[in-house]
């Protein structure tokens, strides 16, 4: 999917369940897929990860953390998701954080 002019990897499970982006950390970009697999087992949650900027396949250069922000806002705005819980893993827990910043709910 590009996002913000760059090319990212994009796992979406397409449950209609409640979204949850997941935001992987810096040592592994895989960390997570047990928490995906786990969530979308129940059935409650549509399930959205990504690998960030300079992971996995898709190699781009350095970004700011208001930057992994925005990348992460867009994976949901492509997908049509407005709303969704967010967990991060590691520094993807401070992208988080930035995002909630960023993009507080109205």
Do not use: C, W
Not at 93 to 99: D, V
Request: aromatic share 6%; glycine share 14%.
């Amino acid at each position: 999917m590009k996002v913000n002019g760059v090319e990212l990897v994009v796992r979406d499970d397409g449950g209609a369940g409640i979204p949850v982006l997941l935001i992987h950390g810096s040592f592994s970009k895989d960390f997570l897929l047990l928490v995906a697999d786990e969530l979308t087992a129940t059935g409650r949650f549509r399930v959205v990860s990504y690998e960030r900027r300079g992971y996995g396949r898709k190699k781009t250069g350095p970004i700011s953390m208001k930057g992994q922000a925005a990348d992460a806002s867009a994976v949901l705005s492509e997908l049509g998701i407005n709303k969704a819980h967010v967990f991060g893993h590691s520094t993807g827990g401070s992208i988080a954080l930035q995002l909630a910043h960023q993009s507080p709910i109205k």
